[in-house]
């Protein structure tokens, strides 16, 4: 090296010195939230820290090929443990009180809700939260974190169809060992051998989609779906599962995810927070090709559809809106990837914010109407706006509904929020969150199948035709689907049943007051006068759970949203 000259040394030296730092960089993130985990491990960090001794141990020794990928893949679940965990879930009043109720000490769904119907009358509103976590980082053994590090590798190298699965596809969707908030266990060793004979069943042995095929129907053995669960939100362990035999529509997500993973199939948990078109909410798994791509066939329309991710993901809420924000629960996680634009045309969402932003608020949401209420289903960042220039003596219209006369020339500027990749066909809000509710940020509006929005901003009652008594003959449409704008009813109108028709107002519903439905001829219908035009419309009964559909009148038609 000292017979190099000065320029060329000078050159290795600036290269090779940038060279170390930038591979230095690479690895420092990745080294501190490690680090990061160790430390929250406590008590816990000689089991994880045991984990990358044996590994590094092996790399040293030299005798499994596999033992620095095996590192890097310990190294990864550990670095991305922080928010992993048991989640046990009770049900608590608005007081944040804990109201005792276990939905599985009912025959079925049916008694379970009639005795949280109950809890209601006596505690006011009830709903689950979370009562405990149990962290992954402080309670994962090294034995069992090694048996999954070990077997994944097992079926990725063995298994036919593992043949040309990348490392990153392995690492993402097929090496994590939970499937979302349910106690972890042994799971890899008897679902690799209960699945161990099906290479002789195919056709081509190397076909992932084939394995997979005939995997999925196998579950539903041993796995069944139960809406009694819907009421038992905490998620149940693999050895919960096979014990109970059923569940909701997480559990046989997590079932899934289970058996693929265990047979080095890439798979994945999308899921739904909030129909667009009903109430409740779903989860479902996608069998994956060899790059880590997939979607499966929607049931409901979705205004998003998220992945669950083992890993934290860039650009998060968390990350956007800093530390002193509140922010609505589920969205504030950094572990779950926007994949709506797999499934269907979405579009770019602009909404002006007319609503005065909270104090130190950065951020806007985006909501669907679900179980009678607006639900969050997206966010993003507030932007400050165009400044509008007016001048001369006119009227203008607020997106609000309220008219301001302009005399002179005057300036408005009103700040805005963009939305991303949203699904079509669906009635939306704007909103920002305070404390925990959700707080109307705009009007509402409609996304149509082309894409263009319509805002909801109406005229005022009086200025429209009366409905007739053919289109308010049900409550809710046919089916949640296809049929969502088709006047088949499901939840028909009842006789001497008194019912509400609200609209949207300047942020609220507003009544028309309630009307009692006479029997016809054929069927029970109400009639309302009168009715607003351009307006969002919502009928519900006095005692009802308020899962009545939301609608429009178009061309004196009724549509359903």
């Not at 620095?68 to 046990?88: C, W």
């Not at 402080?138 to 593992?162: G, H, Q, S, V, Y």
């Not at 161990?196 to 579950?219: C, F, T, V």
């Not at 609505?328 to 909404?351: C, F, G, L, M, N």
Request: proline share 4%.
């Amino acid at each position: 090296m000292r017979h190099l000259p000065l320029v060329l040394l000078y050159v290795w030296m600036t290269v090779f010195v940038s060279d170390g730092y930038a591979q230095r960089g690479a690895r420092s993130e990745k080294d501190a939230r490690v680090e990061a985990t160790l430390s929250a491990a406590g008590e816990n960090r000689s089991n994880l820290q045991g984990v990358l001794d044996h590994y590094a141990l092996a790399v040293e020794d030299g005798k499994d090929a596999d033992a620095a990928l095996k590192l890097d893949a310990a190294r990864y679940l550990i670095a991305n443990m922080e928010g992993q965990g048991f989640v046990l879930t009770a049900f608590y009043d608005a007081k944040k009180v804990e109201v005792p109720f276990e939905a599985l000490d009912y025959k079925n769904y049916g008694e379970a809700q009639a005795a949280m119907d109950s809890l209601e009358k006596e505690h006011g509103s009830v709903d689950y939260g979370k009562k405990r976590l149990d962290s992954d980082a402080a309670t994962m053994t090294a034995e069992l974190l090694i048996e999954n590090i070990e077997w994944a590798f097992k079926a990725w190298r063995e298994r036919p169809w593992a043949k040309g699965i990348s490392y990153e596809t392995f690492r993402d969707h097929i090496l994590p060992y939970r499937g979302s908030e349910e106690p972890i266990g042994s799971t890899r060793p008897e679902l690799f051998k209960r699945y161990d004979d099906i290479r002789g069943k195919m056709k081509d042995a190397s076909d992932l989609a084939e394995a997979a095929a005939l995997i999925r129907p196998s579950i539903d053995s041993w796995m069944g779906f139960s809406e009694l669960y819907y009421l038992h939100p905490t998620d149940l362990s693999f050895a919960q599962m096979r014990e109970q035999k059923r569940g909701r529509c997480e559990d046989i997500t997590n079932a899934v995810l289970y058996s693929m993973r265990a047979n080095a199939i890439p798979v994945a948990g999308d899921y739904t927070p909030w129909w667009a078109n009903r109430d409740n909410n779903h989860a479902w798994e996608v069998i994956l090709d060899k790059d880590g791509k997939g979607h499966a066939g929607l049931s409901n329309r979705a205004a998003k559809v998220y992945r669950k991710t083992f890993a934290t993901q860039p650009n998060t809420l968390a990350d956007a809106a800093g530390r002193y924000e509140k922010l609505p629960k589920w969205i504030a996680k950094r572990t779950y990837a926007d994949v709506t634009e797999q499934y269907q045309p979405v579009s770019e969402v602009h909404v002006y914010l007319t609503a005065p932003i909270p104090s130190g608020t950065k951020i806007a949401y985006i909501c669907v109407f679900n179980g009678g209420e607006w639900r969050v289903i997206d966010w993003a960042k507030i932007q400050p706006g165009i400044k509008i220039t007016l001048k001369g003596s006119m009227s203008l219209k607020l997106g609000s509904g309220s008219k301001v006369s302009v005399a002179k020339v005057m300036s408005l500027q009103f700040p805005y929020a963009k939305f991303k990749d949203m699904g079509r066909g669906i009635a939306y809000i704007a909103a920002y969150w305070s404390g925990d509710a959700v707080v109307p940020a705009s009007n509402p509006f409609i996304l149509d199948e082309r894409g263009e929005q319509q805002m909801l901003n109406g005229d005022e009652v009086g200025t429209a035709p009366s409905f007739d008594s053919v289109e308010i003959a049900a409550t809710v449409p046919t089916t949640p689907d296809a049929d969502t704008k088709r006047d088949k009813p499901l939840v028909k109108v009842e006789a001497d049943v008194a019912y509400d028709l609200k609209y949207w107002k300047d942020g609220k519903w507003e009544s028309m007051g309630t009307r009692q439905a006479a029997k016809g001829e054929h069927a029970a219908a109400v009639t309302f006068e009168k009715i607003p035009t351009n307006r969002l419309l919502w009928i519900t009964t006095e005692n009802g759970r308020k899962l009545e559909r939301i609608f429009t009148i178009e061309k004196g038609r009724r549509v359903w949203w």
